[in-house]
């Protein structure tokens, strides 16, 4: 561990912390017969929170989960489809959202107002909500609070994903063991600005609601908002958390003592599901890793960060094994931030390309064999001040333009 506060549980996902199940099923959303309906369900009403995409056209599912989590902050489930986003769909969008919620409401016992509804996929088309109805009529019956309910759920939420994202890790409050989850899917039009496509996190911790939203919102700016794909932020981007209570630790304050680790925590969870997406970003080969210290302050190194890692011109010469240094700077100069053009430092991982702004000779043949690899490290020193930041995202590819050209067929 270090001096970290946590443990990775090694196996784990989202039913590992007490109190939750999940399941998935196909119900036919998907050409494929892969699984696009999923659900968690917590045993006890959780204390629950979530950020949103900041795009103005947001998706029917996201109205719905608003007004649930704004009459007490109390969830029992979230249920999720994938295959369509159920976005830009007008009022039969709307409708279908909260049908959605009351039948899986419904099915599963539990109150309306305590349902989530998440949705992902092709943005205009309307569900198939009699394929939807039937698929909820079934979920109770595919619950498992083992792993196997967590995959099932994993595939259910997953697009153009190539892998499942899950991250888990254990800590101790009052002595009691406390286990944070998360699973996400993503790999195209992510460049969000609250969170990622679709994330969820299940703790048995006992923590108030809007405890928990202050802290998601917090580690959510150094995770999901730190990524970049492609530059799109999708109207359907959201995280959802939910926070059983059934470790039966003393509820956490900002005062109690391990309130820290609980961060780190889940700061952890976070980040990991986050560098997930970024690196299975479609077509993606390469998951590059762009730290910015010594700027003015944290806003700006994070701003910084990002226009780098969303360089098109960036993720290109990554793509092509090419140590560029030319597009970072540039990028580093049009981000909008106060930079002293002659005190930059640039490495590739380890090799120094640029110090206080000149031009530094290397071995390009280093330089090649390390950008081959499948993680790229960029490393800008500004030299001017305590800000610093991570951003993660991916190199360009052909593949990119090949799936996205064909998304809809």
Known sequence: MGNKRYEIVEGGGITTPKGFKAGGLHCGLKKTDRHDLGVIVCDVPATAAAVYTTNLFQAAPLQVTREALGVDGILRAVIVNSGNANACTGAQGDADAQAMQANAAEALGVSKNQVAVASTGVIGELLKMDRVNSGIEKLPAKLRADIQGSDDFCQAILTTDLVKKVSCVSLTANGRQITIAGAAKGSGMIHPNMATMLGFVTTDALIGAPLLQEVLREV??????????????????????????????????????????????????????????????????????????????????????????????????????????????????????????????????????????????????????????????????????????????????????????????
Not at 272 to 277: D, V
Not at 307 to 336: E, H, M, P, Q
Request: proline share 2%; hydrophobic share 40%.
């Open 220 to 409: 959510t700016n150094v995770s999901f908002n730190m990524i970049t794909v492609d530059g799109d932020t999708s109207t359907n981007d959201m995280l959802v958390a939910m926070a059983s209570g059934l470790a039966e630790n003393d509820e956490l304050t900002r005062s109690h003592p391990d309130f820290e680790a609980f961060v780190d925590g889940l700061r952890h969870v976070c980040e990991e599901l986050a560098k997930a997406i970024a690196r299975d970003g479609e077509g993606a080969t390469k998951l590059i890793e762009t730290t910015v210290i010594g700027a003015n302050s944290d806003d700006a190194a994070q701003a910084i960060a990002k226009t780098i890692i969303g360089s098109s011109l960036v993720k290109s010469a990554v793509f092509g094994a090419d140590a560029n240094w030319g597009r970072i700077i540039a990028a580093i100069g049009r981000a909008g931030q106060p930079v002293n053009v002659g005190t930059v430092d640039i490495r590739l991982g380890d090799i120094v390309v640029l110090e206080q702004s000149r031009p530094i000779p290397f071995d390009e043949e280093i330089a090649l064999e390390y950008l081959k690899g499948d993680t790229v490290g960029i490393n800008v020193n500004l030299n001017m001040g305590n800000g610093q930041a991570t951003a993660w995202g991916c190199d360009l590819t052909y593949d990119y333009v090949r799936i996205n050209a064909a998304y809809r067929t």
